[in-house]
């Protein structure tokens, strides 16, 4: 019975939200750190691919770049949640992931990364 009473106070689990993002906040996250390895062109990949309609890509479908088997078998689709997940800490969320960068550990700098990322065609 305490068990029970216990339980229902609880507030319930909800899903992790990514807050609203700033795309000119963002974009300027990208241009300190990110663009040295990732570009924004279309079909122009650097050390890492292009971000250019990374929304609603699945992973490793860069066209011409090499990801890492961990990438090609991760059967993601990179969407707000999964590139949140992914930029937090990239090796964390697939292991095996070539991307070597620690995370953007800040939330709101994530969020902000992940907007601008969105008016990427």
């Known amino acids: 019975m305490m068990l029970a009473v216990l339980l ?5 689990a909800m899903a992790q939200e990514v807050p609203a993002g700033n795309a000119e906040a963002g974009q300027a996250i990208y ?6 390895c990732h570009s924004v062109q279309a079909g122009q990949n650097k050390v890492g691919p292009s971000l250019a ?13 090499n990801y890492s088997p961990a990438l090609k078998e991760a059967n993601k689709t990179w969407d707000a949640a999964t590139l949140d997940s ?24 994530r969020a902000d990364v992940i907007a601008y990322l969105g ?3």
Do not use: S, W
């Open 8 to 12: 229902t106070a609880l507030p319930p």
């Open 31 to 36: 241009n300190r750190q990110c663009m040295v």
């Open 53 to 65: 309609g990374v929304f609603g890509r699945h992973a490793a479908e860069a066209p011409k770049f």
């Open 86 to 109: 992914y930029l937090a800490d990239p090796r964390g969320y697939i292991p095996g992931a070539r991307m070597i960068y620690a995370g953007l550990k800040d939330t709101q700098q």
């Open 119 to 121: 008016t990427l065609k």
